[in-house]
């Protein structure tokens, strides 16, 4: 037996369900993968363990120590640091191009904080991997001794492998039909029109055939376009507005022209009526 393994025989059940709880699917961790001595481990970062025991999947669980607070949580994993479930590393640069697992290496100061990493040393349960694999193993056997199955057994294996490829050439048809159809439509009745216009597309089941159909309208364009037209009236509108106001400028201007044009000609210009003294009188 390891020292790991030593170490993780010795902690409490109430650590253990700890630990398998933030091993497990439940607890929603981002576990990365990285280069430690060699050999690929899980390491996750400190503040994902923390949320995940303040989320209401951890409340829920029995025979685990209260968590409420950050606090509470950060002393929690630092208590079960001691039982080498997992460690604290250091992350390095990866171990060749971009995307590749980091280099780690083990942190001699091993106590817990929320901006660290911490390697896994711990598998968690194995009942899904050890049943899988007999599951394979039984498939594998039941295919290679097929002679040996009764009739009953073969004529219905023979039934649904029709049945299943009876349902994928329905699918392919549909298929072709659909394409047929939506090329007679544009000659005929553009834009076109498309029978489950959604057969391809990322729902359900039920949903691909929903709507039965549908014209084949280009949505996007046209709220493109409107956003366009949108866009130039609200320009036409302020150019509009701003000539009424340049105009008043201009005339403003023009008439401020004129009027210093006048008072700026001379006086000696303008008519005068005078009246001379009569020398004989």
């Known amino acids: 037996m390891s020292t790991a393994e030593s170490q993780q025989a010795r902690a409490p059940p109430e650590i253990r369900n700890v630990v398998g709880f ?3 699917n439940q607890a929603g961790m981002k576990n990365r993968v990285g280069a430690l001595n060699g050999k690929r481990v899980d390491y996750f970062k400190g503040k994902s363990a923390v949320k995940a025991l ?10 685990v120590p209260k968590v409420t607070t950050e606090a509470e949580a950060e002393a929690l994993l630092q208590s ?3 039982y080498m479930f997992y460690i604290r590393v250091d992350r390095g640069a990866p171990t060749g191009s971009s995307g590749t697992p980091r280099h780690i290496t083990v942190n001699p100061q091993q106590t817990f904080a929320r901006d660290a990493y911490f390697a896994w040393f711990y598998e968690g349960s194995q009942w899904t991997t050890y049943a899988g694999g007999l599951l394979m193993v039984a498939i594998m056997l039941a295919g290679v001794m097929f002679p040996l199955w009764p009739p009953i057994m073969r004529l219905g294996v023979w039934y ?6 009876g349902l994928i050439g329905a699918f392919f048809a549909l298929a072709i ?3 047929i159809f939506y090329i007679i439509s544009i000659v005929v009745i553009p834009p076109g029109i498309w029978i489950f216009p959604k057969l391809f597309a990322d729902v359900g089941v039920i949903e691909s055939f929903i ?7 280009p949505k996007k364009k046209g709220e493109k376009k409107k956003k366009g037209k949108r866009a130039g009236t609200a320009a036409g509108k302020t150019t509009q507005e701003k000539q009424p106001a340049a105009d008043g400028r201009h005339s403003g201007a023009d008439a401020g022209t004129e009027e210093s044009a006048a008072s700026s000609r001379p006086n000696s210009r303008s008519a005068r009526v005078e009246e001379v003294p009569d020398e004989d009188s």
């Open 22 to 24: 933030l091993r497990g």
């Open 54 to 63: 303040l989320s209401p999947s951890y409340a829920k669980l029995k025979n």
């Open 80 to 82: 079960t640091i001691q």
């Open 160 to 165: 649904l492998s029709i049945a299943v490829l």
């Open 177 to 179: 039909v659909r394409l």
């Open 211 to 217: 709507p039965l159909w549908e014209w084949d309208l």
